[in-house]
């Protein structure tokens, strides 16, 4: 089976950049994918990461390192519009994804 | 459609009456993913459908959740004799195939159950 921890909140303000770590354990791992989720709103693709390192889109990178079953979402720059909650998410080929239990950030003015 | 669709995209039911949630994945999806979500929790996961494959029934938690897709589009998820306990935001999600590691979500349909 499989299993991902999260940090439950992160707090920042705007303008500043945030880390959300994940962790997780899998009998069997495809990648590591990260979505955000506004309140009542449907979650969405933010990134993934297959291999080790890191990829970038825009003001979000994502953190891979899978000796470590570790990863984590970067957010710069950051804007009030990006308070939402946000979770990983890890796969076997072939098989559902597995969610986090979601880190909710609040961004400050 | 452009994205996946749901509906109802709210449903108030009596205690012990059965429930139809519906989903129309993304044309040409052939991966479907059924998620319940309670207010402020995560995403559980429920079933999953890949093309002709037998689903993945393995999230259902109990005998009164199944679900259905016919002809490799359209998903309906019943739920008999409702509980108070399944009220939550039912959510579907679809990807290009089980090789894709990007999913894409319905806005989810609110099951409330009084």
């Known amino acids: 089976g499989q299993s991902l921890e999260q940090p439950s909140e992160v707090t920042a303000v705007e303008g500043a950049i945030v880390q959300i770590n994940c962790t997780y354990q899998t009998s069997g791992f495809y990648g590591l994918s990260w979505y955000q989720q506004h309140d009542g709103g449907a979650p969405t693709f933010l990134s993934y990461n297959a291999l080790d390192g890191l990829e970038e889109t825009g003001r979000f990178s994502s953190f891979l390192s899978r000796s470590d079953s570790y990863g984590y979402l970067l957010l710069q720059e950051l804007q009030m519009k990006d308070s939402a909650s946000y979770f990983c998410a890890v796969r076997n080929y072939g098989q559902n994804f597995v969610f986090g239990p979601g880190t909710r950030l609040s961004v400050l003015p | 459609g452009a994205g996946v669709s749901q509906s109802p995209s709210n449903k108030v039911t009596e205690k012990g009456k059965d429930v139809e949630l519906r989903c129309d994945p993304i044309s040409g999806h052939t991966a479907l993913y059924w998620y319940r979500q309670s207010l402020g929790q995560g995403l559980e996961f429920l079933i999953y459908?890949?093309?002709?494959?037998?689903?993945?029934k393995s999230g259902l938690p109990s005998d009164r959740f199944s679900a259905e897709r016919t002809g490799g589009s359209v998903s309906t998820l019943t739920i008999q004799r409702t509980q108070q306990e399944d009220s939550a935001v039912y959510l579907c999600a679809s990807s290009l195939s089980d090789s894709f590691n990007e999913a894409f979500f319905g806005q989810g349909t609110r099951l409330t159950v009084v």
């Open positions: 459908f890949q093309g002709n494959s037998a689903p993945d």
